[in-house]
């Protein structure tokens, strides 16, 4: 389910996945394929982890990232998460032929 909520998001994001639902800053994103692919792995990832070792997972995972990198944007880049969802957002077809716990392959 998609919810817009123009005011939660700081500039430079504009979607947010909390299982089941994907939060959108404004209406016109709805249209956006890549976006909402990239959003739909995060709930997949989210399922696999019962959602609530999803967000520990994250976490924990961004500080690490946060004092490696010493750098915000950097460091969430390269949450295993994020770098699964931005790494095949563009394939439409991806979450068709993914298999479970493929975020794994992108801890480093």
Excluded: D
Excluded at 52 to 64: K, P
Excluded at 97 to 106: D, E, V
């Amino acid at each position: 389910m998609i919810i817009i909520i123009k005011h939660i998001f700081p500039k430079k994001y504009c979607g947010l996945s909390i299982y089941p639902f994907i939060f959108l800053k404004n209406k016109y994103l709805r249209t956006n394929k890549i976006l909402l692919n990239h959003e739909k792995i995060h709930l997949k990832q989210q399922v696999e982890l019962i959602w609530v070792f999803f967000f520990v997972w994250y976490f924990i995972e961004y500080l690490i990232r946060l004092f490696q990198y010493k750098n915000h944007n950097k460091a969430y880049k390269n949450i295993s998460f994020e770098r699964e969802a931005y790494t095949n957002e563009n394939n439409l077809y991806y979450l068709k032929t993914r298999k479970y716990f493929s975020f794994l392959k992108y801890l480093k």
